[in-house]
């Protein structure tokens, strides 16, 4: 078996987003991101029902007769 790597949660966010350089550099300003998008995440309310459809079906109405649509 391979050697375990230990990492911060923000060195495996900043993995997953490609910015390890980033972490390394500006560590910060990814702390700083990392809780801003736990933020906006918190922000949105879960539907009780994932599988449900989030607005009703949408046909697009045919064109009047003579319309240049």
Same mark, same amino acid.
Not at 1 to 4: E, L, N, P, Q, R
Not at 26 to 32: D, I, L, Q
Not at 49 to 56: Q, V, Y
């Given at each position: 078996?391979?050697?375990?790597i230990s990492m911060t949660e923000e060195e495996?966010? #900043?993995r997953a987003a490609g910015?390890?350089?980033g972490l390394k550099t500006? =560590?910060?300003?990814? $702390?700083?991101a990392i809780a801003a998008s736990r933020r906006m995440a918190g #922000?949105?309310?879960r539907v009780a029902?994932?599988?449900?459809?989030?607005? =009703?079906a949408y046909? $697009?109405?045919i064109p009047a007769k003579g319309s240049r649509a």
């Open positions: 078996m391979g050697a375990t495996i966010l #900043a910015i390890t350089t500006h =560590p910060k300003e990814v $702390a700083e #922000a949105f309310t029902n994932e599988t449900a459809e989030p607005m =009703p046909a $697009a109405p």
